[in-house]
């Protein structure tokens, strides 16, 4: 150990036998704390938010949705050989694409057995694509799953409705009531006018997708019986795909395009474009934010370092009699400052992470007018990395002014004053 380490750790301490942090250390050490402390907590609960809700809308929606063009055409570059290639069948060959699900999607009302009647999304979908939904909760009424979908000699096909949904058409809870779902745009009638094209359905259960506005507006039902409803055939009116790996996304969508020039395809970010966007400003804001306070947190340093500088001074003169150069003396309070951020962050940095373990292991509920049913909190550790270093380094700049002040002392004046 150096004689400016040993000495800017001895200036740490108190003089008394107890060895506690003298109380000026114990207010810059505070400072650094509270602010590394919220700065961790804080942009945890954002990140967060933030992944939960990348989340929910990746998990409903997939990663890249696509409308395939009216007919099948061939590949331009590569893919299945043969006239008349599907989009479908040009996806599932790709090593990229983890599931492809066909659905049929269309805005339809959705009419209780009580006259309560509300407009809906209605989503066609195979009932096994359904079950491998990674990011849906599904809470079945009965014994019947998703299977019970699909229509049987028995019963009439079943249907899925979301949470909101479900409260807003003032169903009774966990009762299989029945429900008919209209198509608007069906089929024209004797007088000339469009009539509607309507199906009954029980309702088998109810999901959350962890998003209000989906839980709000959709509902599940067999592909077959919205081919019927919308006179669709077995062609989907879009293709949900999901990457093995999210980065891979934009790389898939221009090999796609190229092999699919009349294809139109949107990835999770261009339709959720402006929420992230803000969420990304919302986050450099409070980042910038936090820095600032981190940044006022040091200048406890700069006022500790300026005291030292002054009740230090006998010390100081004794030192450079001693031989110690005035480099070296600025070392010893830029060392104290760093000392200081380092405890500072170290403590706050472990607090921080403990009270977001604790917030995982026992979340924290929202009120009903979150959507999420409890307080996400997800570190970064990448923004850790910065957080390491910035309390130091502007404790370090802090104690810089009182260094280089204390370095210009007189040790011949010093020592015949005293």
Known sequence: MSFETF??????????????????????????????FSFVVIHSVMNGFSVHLREALVGFDAHMTIIPSPLPLPPKGGGIKGEGVSVENWLREQKEVATVTPVIEFSGIVQTEYGVAGGAKIRGVNPADLAEEPNLEVFFFGDEKYSGLEESGEYPPGLLIGEELYARLRFLPGDEEMVTILYPFGDVGPSGEIEPRRRSFRVLGVFSSGFYDYDTQYAFIDLKEASLLVSQGDKPTRILARMTDIRLTPPLREK???????????????????????????RAGMILLLSIVTFIASFNVFGLMTLLAFTKTRDMALFYALGLDRGKMQAVYRRLGVFLGLLGTALGLLGGLILVGWLKAYPLPL???????????????????????????FSMLAAWGPAWQASKLNPMEILRAT
């Open 256 to 282: 796609l395009l190229h092999a699919f020039p009349k294809t139109f395809v949107t990835t999770w970010e261009e339709q959720n474009q402006r929420l992230f966007a803000a969420l990304k400003f919302e």
């Open 367 to 393: 009120p009903p007018a979150y959507y999420l049913a409890t307080l996400p909190a997800k570190v970064d550790w990448r923004l850790l990395v910065i957080v390491m270093g910035m309390s130091p380094f």
């Open 7 to 36: 000495i800017a750790l001895r200036y740490l301490r108190s003089k008394k036998v107890t060895r506690f942090l003298s109380f000026l250390s114990v207010i810059s050490l505070v400072g650094i704390f509270i602010s590394v």
